[in-house]
């Protein structure tokens, strides 16, 4: 039995198990608020059942029950049942352009994604805050993982990055108790919305030279305390600016980190990132990480190197910043 499971799930291609995926939620959006009823339980389960078991230990039988029936026993079954068609769907995409393939599977998985969320607002919410999270991991791992500094400046440069994005949609875009009237039409702000991201990742990048250039000459703890504490300042500028709010912090920002432009950004952010530390570049970093003096002997550049991942990394870590503050 085992085996034969083996032989039919280990053929099953990354398009089938999206293809199950898609099935799963399509089965929940039908049938999940009448089986949540007739398990008793109070809603529809929001994660998992994950919130209904921490809230109601006791409904756990009836949770996972759920899952069962909703998620797995319908993923595993349209991945069996359709695995022969989605093994010709992949070699079909063999042929097709990696970039191709990669958007259709991206797709694929956008509109599970979508219609996931489009259930409850609990489940957009959480599904935005865990890619932009996804985001700030890939960005640290470049400074803390690849280059191997260590590094606690990050959510410094994620405020500059937010309050800089913000300043441009409340400055260009929006009627504000802070800065007055606007200066564009509102109804350009969306499509302008990817500039102010790209202006926090610059603000962002420009903070990190405050903790790249004193990386040219420390290392390990002492690299640490500098970066704390230019997080600390950036934390104490800004709850000291009235212009941007003081300890208030800026509001009014319109919401314009819907669903799908949180999904570009995380795999746009993951390409480039992954491009990033498989280039020359990338391999610089893991020299300077196993061995800087070696390094410099092999004529690595590690002053440019280091200040590159640092503003790399912290420029994505603005647009990470930007995004959550929208």
Known sequence: MTER????????????????????????????????????????????????????????????LYVFLIYALPIFFAAGLTAPWANRMAAAMEALPLWLSAILHLGVLYLVLHLWTDMSDYRLQISKLTMIAVMLTLSINVINGYMGEFSCSHPGFMALGAYASSTFSLVLFRQDRLFGAPILPEFLGPYM??????????????????VAIPSFRTRGDYLAIISLAFMFIVKSVFENLEVLGGPRGMGGQPHWATLPAVFIGMAVCIVVINNFVNSTMGKALNAVRDNETAAEAMTVNTRRTKMTA???????????GGLYAH
């Open 5 to 64: 499971l083996k032989e039919i799930y280990g053929s099953v291609p990354v398009i089938g198990w999206l293809i199950g995926m898609l099935v799963a939620v399509v089965t929940e959006s039908a049938f999940g608020a009448g089986l949540a009823y007739a398990l008793y339980l109070p809603k529809v389960p929001a994660l998992l059942g994950l919130t209904v078991v921490l809230k109601q230990p006791s409904m756990f039988p009836a949770a996972i």
């Open 193 to 210: 919305f990817p500039l102010g991201l790209l202006l926090g990742g610059v603000a962002a990048s420009l903070g990190a030279l405050v």
């Open 310 to 320: 640092f503003m790399f990394g912290a420029f994505w870590a603005g647009v990470a």
